[in-house]
């Protein structure tokens, strides 16, 4: 096991060719929202208290009634097979070994059937809304029968934020040829092996198997990008909770204003995110947005919070400034990229371990009694 995330990050960056890093390394624009979700976590001090019995800890929290070992959840990123082939299988598999769920994107590159078939872990689903609301409604449909728990409803991606350095590469679905992607694959012949094995480029399955797209990469990424639903308002929650049996949660928020629109609209969640600064470059930190809005919901909804979580003890921050939960994005998937199934599970093992020293030192024997008075 390497010492941190940042080593996975790094040992990423060589293994990755350069347009798979950069694509899930960067930020929209100029980085600006990227750097301010990073940057937060350093601007939160915690207050230790001395001579606390803390032999036995408990870093478990209860979500919509469901214990979960640790306060973390493995959270959405679309196009995760290129960094390594059934790359949601094996998430699922990490996330469920250390007992947090798994939210499996839209813009998965595994079918919702084959993570359920791969565990028998907490699994949530989260969803992008087409123009054509039926595939939408399919996608529910079918992992409502896959027995999956919680949906997560993304609402930050109208558009794609504008990522230069996607452009720079000529990143498109699918890849188009040119000397410069062929000298990126040349020098990282280990990870055009595993992408060969794999057939190829990783597509998007599970919205070709909602749409009745045939296997057909550049429709898919058509589909997912110019047909998003932009007329989608605080009305819809109302087509998802038809559509939805369980809890739902709202992605994507970032004022005190959208959260009680929430509430009001009936969600049983949502996530302060910025969607890791990919998306409005000028948006600020959810961290910074995290206890205005944890306080005008007085405790009445689950409220994540993610973005540039990075160590074990962001996840105490973030519970002292009122989140319930955090929601991890390229921390697991530096691990996976750099070492596969076993590197998503150790970089869990290491936000875990983190967390649980974090604990100790501070004197906090129950997760759940993080506060504001522990807060610097
Ligand atoms: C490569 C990548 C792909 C992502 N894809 C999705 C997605 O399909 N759906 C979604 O709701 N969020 C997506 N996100 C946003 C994450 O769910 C999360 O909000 C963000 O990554 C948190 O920031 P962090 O990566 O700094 O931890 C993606 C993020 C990354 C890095």
Same mark, same amino acid.
């Given at each position: 096991m390497l010492p941190a995330v940042k #080593?996975?990050?790094d040992l990423a960056r060589r293994r990755l060719s350069r347009f798979a890093f950069d694509y899930l390394e960067g930020g929209a624009e100029d980085g600006r929202a990227m750097a301010r979700n990073l940057a937060s976590w350093g601007q939160v001090m915690l207050k230790p208290r001395a001579m606390v019995d803390v032999s036995d800890i408990d870093a478990g929290v209860e979500l919509f009634g469901r214990q979960q070992a640790l306060p973390m959840l493995v959270g959405p990123t679309g196009l995760n097979g290129l960094y390594w082939p059934r790359a949601e299988e094996a998430l699922a598999r990490a996330a469920h070994a250390i007992g947090v769920p798994f939210v499996l994107s839209t813009a998965s590159t595994s079918l919702i059937e084959d993570v359920r078939a791969?565990?028998?872990g907490d699994l949530w689903l989260q969803l992008?809304?087409?123009q054509d609301r039926r595939i939408a409604e399919s996608m529910m449909a079918r992992a409502q029968a896959?027995?999956?728990g919680a949906l997560m409803l993304t609402v930050d991606t109208m558009v794609h934020g504008k990522r230069d350095h996607d452009i720079r590469n000529g990143f498109r679905m699918p890849v188009p040829w040119s000397a410069r992607l062929l000298a990126d694959l040349l020098a990282h012949p280990r990870?055009?092996?595993r992408m060969l094995r794999q057939g190829g480029s990783p597509q998007l399955v599970n919205l070709a198997r909602s749409s009745g797209m045939a296997a057909n990469l550049a429709q898919q990424a058509a589909a997912m990008s110019r047909q998003m639903d932009m007329a989608l308002t605080w009305d819809d929650l109302a087509w998802v909770r038809r559509h939805w049996r369980g809890p739902v949660i709202v992605k994507g928020l970032l004022t005190v204003e959208d959260a009680l629109q929430a509430q009001?609209?009936?969600? #049983?969640g949502i996530v302060i995110s910025n969607h890791g600064g990919r998306q409005l470059d000028a948006a600020p930190s959810p961290l910074e947005q995290l206890p205005r809005i944890a306080d005008a919901l007085h405790g009445?909804?689950?409220v994540f919070v993610d973005g540039g979580v990075r160590r074990g003890g962001d996840i105490a921050k973030a519970l002292a400034l009122g989140a319930c939960a955090v929601v991890l994005g390229r921390a697991p998937l530096y691990g996976l990229a750099a070492r596969g199934p076993r590197g998503a599970a150790e970089v869990l093992a290491i936000l875990r371990t983190e967390f649980e020293i974090t604990l100790r030192l501070l004197g906090a024997v129950h997760a759940r009694s993080l506060d504001a008075s522990w807060v610097a």
């Amino acid at each position: 096991m390497l010492p941190a995330v940042k #080593d996975y990050r790094d040992l990423a960056r060589r293994r990755l060719s350069r347009f798979a890093f950069d694509y899930l390394e960067g930020g929209a624009e100029d980085g600006r929202a990227m750097a301010r979700n990073l940057a937060s976590w350093g601007q939160v001090m915690l207050k230790p208290r001395a001579m606390v019995d803390v032999s036995d800890i408990d870093a478990g929290v209860e979500l919509f009634g469901r214990q979960q070992a640790l306060p973390m959840l493995v959270g959405p990123t679309g196009l995760n097979g290129l960094y390594w082939p059934r790359a949601e299988e094996a998430l699922a598999r990490a996330a469920h070994a250390i007992g947090v769920p798994f939210v499996l994107s839209t813009a998965s590159t595994s079918l919702i059937e084959d993570v359920r078939a791969a565990t028998s872990g907490d699994l949530w689903l989260q969803l992008y809304v087409q123009q054509d609301r039926r595939i939408a409604e399919s996608m529910m449909a079918r992992a409502q029968a896959a027995g999956f728990g919680a949906l997560m409803l993304t609402v930050d991606t109208m558009v794609h934020g504008k990522r230069d350095h996607d452009i720079r590469n000529g990143f498109r679905m699918p890849v188009p040829w040119s000397a410069r992607l062929l000298a990126d694959l040349l020098a990282h012949p280990r990870w055009c092996l595993r992408m060969l094995r794999q057939g190829g480029s990783p597509q998007l399955v599970n919205l070709a198997r909602s749409s009745g797209m045939a296997a057909n990469l550049a429709q898919q990424a058509a589909a997912m990008s110019r047909q998003m639903d932009m007329a989608l308002t605080w009305d819809d929650l109302a087509w998802v909770r038809r559509h939805w049996r369980g809890p739902v949660i709202v992605k994507g928020l970032l004022t005190v204003e959208d959260a009680l629109q929430a509430q009001h609209a009936g969600a #049983d969640g949502i996530v302060i995110s910025n969607h890791g600064g990919r998306q409005l470059d000028a948006a600020p930190s959810p961290l910074e947005q995290l206890p205005r809005i944890a306080d005008a919901l007085h405790g009445k909804m689950h409220v994540f919070v993610d973005g540039g979580v990075r160590r074990g003890g962001d996840i105490a921050k973030a519970l002292a400034l009122g989140a319930c939960a955090v929601v991890l994005g390229r921390a697991p998937l530096y691990g996976l990229a750099a070492r596969g199934p076993r590197g998503a599970a150790e970089v869990l093992a290491i936000l875990r371990t983190e967390f649980e020293i974090t604990l100790r030192l501070l004197g906090a024997v129950h997760a759940r009694s993080l506060d504001a008075s522990w807060v610097a």
